[in-house]
Every structure is written in structure tokens, then in C-alpha cells.
């Protein structure tokens, strides 16, 4: 009886980690500080299950900040590829990346409140490595400035990016007008000059 139960108990095992992870992205969508409390109601199970699966309320900001990042890395590599000047492309990437991009940033900012900061930086790195090779080609074939440096200018997007997820979080700014807002600005301050 024990071996036909095990598998069915893994499942279940499976699927309320992946409750758990739905509903705590869910819930630092709407505050940075949901509790675990608050997140194990939202997932429909109780303290003691949210618990064994993630024993503190760091390791769920790690797992959540995971999930996020590999959203992220995903829907920046769809739209990274090398078709047409490199300004043109990052414009594409920051426009349909950005519903990713403002879906996780309450994610980051909950976890870059409690993670160590390497941890953040670290999957900053991972998730814009798109953008960075992007900036190295424009400035390659003339379309982003080159008086900065590359890694500058990664710095000012991932800036610029937080800036909008902010204003958005805010109510300073509506979710449609961002991804223009966002990469108006983002192109301006990377393109080289009369681009």
C-alpha cells in the first residue's frame, strides 16, 4: 500500500510546491511583504504544508525569485535574436519583455529586501545578459552610443526598467503607456546622437 500511495503523494507534493509558488508571486504582486501566513491562504493549504516545503520565508523568496528570473530570461531570449539594427531589436525586446518585466518586479523587490545582495545581482546579471550583448552589437555597427561603456548602459536600462515597474506600482503610470514610456526613454538615453 505504501508504494501505491508514494507516487500519488509526490504529485500532490508537486502540486501544492507549485500553489505555494503561484500564490506567493501572486501575493508579492499585490505587497513586497505578504506574509507566510497570508501566501499559505492563498495557496489553499496550511501553514504546516507551506512549511515543509519552504521553511523559511527566504527560501520561498528564492524559489519565487527563480521562477521570476526564468520567466524573464525566457521572454528576453524569444526576443533577442539578431534581426535588424540593435537598437530596433532591444526596442522590440524592452516592448514585449516589459508584461514580464512589471509582473515580477514586486518578486525582486521583496526578494532584494531580504536576499543577500549577490543572490539579486547575480540573477540581474542572468536576466540581462540579452540586453548587454545587444548594446555591444549597437555599438559595434554604430546604432548605440559609444562613449559609455556597455556594462553603463546595461546599468541605465536596468534602471530605467525598475524606474517604470515603480511608477507603475505607484498608479503614476498605467501598465499600456509603460512599454513606450519605457523604451522612448531607454532609446533616447542609448542611442548615438542624430540615431
Not at 105 to 124: E, G, K, Q
Not at 156 to 170: K, S, T
Not at 173 to 183: I, Q, S, Y
Amino acid at each position: 500500500m505504501t508504494d501505491e500511495s508514494s507516487p500519488r503523494r509526490r504529485a500532490d507534493a508537486e502540486r501544492n510546491a507549485t500553489a505555494i509558488l503561484d500564490a506567493g508571486l501572486e501575493c508579492l504582486l499585490v505587497d513586497p511583504q505578504a506574509s507566510m501566513a497570508a501566501i499559505a491562504r492563498a495557496a489553499g493549504v496550511s501553514r504546516v504544508t507551506l512549511y515543509s516545503h519552504f521553511p523559511t520565508r527566504e527560501s520561498l523568496l528564492e524559489a519565487a525569485l527563480e521562477r521570476s528570473v526564468a520567466e524573464a530570461v525566457d521572454a528576453l531570449h524569444a526576443e533577442a535574436g539578431d534581426v535588424g539594427p540593435a537598437d530596433e531589436a532591444l526596442a522590440r525586446l524592452m516592448r514585449s519583455s516589459w508584461q514580464v518585466l512589471d509582473r515580477n518586479f514586486s518578486a525582486f523587490a521583496a526578494a532584494a529586501a531580504t536576499l543577500p545582495p549577490d543572490v539579486i545581482r547575480d540573477r540581474h546579471e542572468y536576466i540581462l545578459r540579452p540586453v548587454r550583448d545587444l548594446i555591444l552589437s549597437g555599438q559595434q555597427e554604430g546604432s548605440i552610443r559609444k562613449d559609455l561603456p556597455a556594462d553603463w548602459l546595461v546599468t541605465v536600462v536596468y534602471q530605467l526598467m525598475h524606474a517604470a515597474a515603480g511608477e507603475v506600482q505607484a498608479g503614476r503610470m498605467t501598465t499600456a503607456a509603460a512599454p513606450d514610456t519605457l523604451t522612448a526613454t531607454t532609446l533616447a538615453a542609448l542611442r548615438t546622437m542624430g540615431g
